[in-house]
């Protein structure tokens, strides 16, 4: 599985897009792009997945780029509730290992 | 909605106590796996499962066992607690969704062995 590279940190005001990007520059062509969180003392969560179109759901927006080596997840309206550190992930389907790296710790603020 | 159930939140063992830690899933995942996550190491994968008796080592296997003996259910075993072990484990089940494969974790155990 291809590494990835996060911020450490990031903050965003409250009711306002946060924007997280992610570098996996080393990603091939069947390698999916997983975005997790994890709140504070909880199982990370699942938010979204995609392998080359920008893909949304009812959580967030995952922008790929053309090249793939990169990627956005866009929170179009934070709250307070989605500070939590946020994990990008590649993987390819039906490998059982899911590496985890230090991810983003996102810091919405009132 | 997907639930995995772990069945503490909060556990204190001793050192040479033999530990289980339970999970279980409600969505009929093929996949169930066990990491354990401590500060500045991320999530590490000990023991993943991809069908019933069936078990793979992970990165870091060594000081516990499993066992899956139902579909759903799928335990952690430290054979001899040590103080290393002192983690939040997390358990995770899996399915194949929309071209890749989706993880579904728990709420977590935080063990503290003394």
């Known amino acids: 599985d291809a590494k990835t590279t996060q911020p450490p940190s990031m903050d965003c005001a409250e009711g306002r897009a946060a924007n997280l990007p992610c570098n996996h520059s080393t990603i091939s062509g069947n390698e999916y792009v997983y975005w997790y969180r994890q709140i504070h003392s909880q199982g990370p969560q699942y938010i979204i997945h995609?392998?080359?179109n920008n893909e949304t759901n009812e959580m967030a927006s995952l922008i790929i780029t053309e090249d793939r080596k990169s990627s956005t997840l866009i929170l179009p309206h934070a709250t307070l509730r989605d500070t939590a550190v946020y994990y990008c992930?590649?993987?390819?389907?039906?490998?059982?290992?899911?590496?985890f790296g230090a991810g983003t710790r996102l810091f919405v603020k009132a | 909605d997907v639930k995995v159930t772990q069945s503490s939140r909060y556990l204190v063992k001793r050192t040479g106590e033999k530990v289980f830690l339970e999970c279980v899933q409600d969505m009929d995942h093929e996949n169930m796996f066990w990491y354990r996550q401590d500060p500045g190491l991320g999530l590490r994968l000990i023991y993943f499962s991809y069908d019933v008796k069936m078990k793979e080592k992970g990165d870091i296997p060594e000081g516990y066992s499993v066992s899956r003996e139902k579909k759903e259910r799928f335990s952690l075993i430290l054979e001899s607690a040590s103080t290393n072990q002192t983690s939040m484990y997390l358990c995770?089940?899996?399915?194949?969704?929309?071209?890749?494969?989706?993880?579904?974790f728990g709420p977590g155990t935080r063990l503290t062995v003394l």
């Open positions: 992930i590649v993987r390819v389907p039906g490998g059982f290992k899911t590496i």
């Open positions: 995770a089940s899996s399915t194949p969704m929309g071209g890749g494969e989706t993880q579904y």
């Open positions: 995609g392998l080359k």
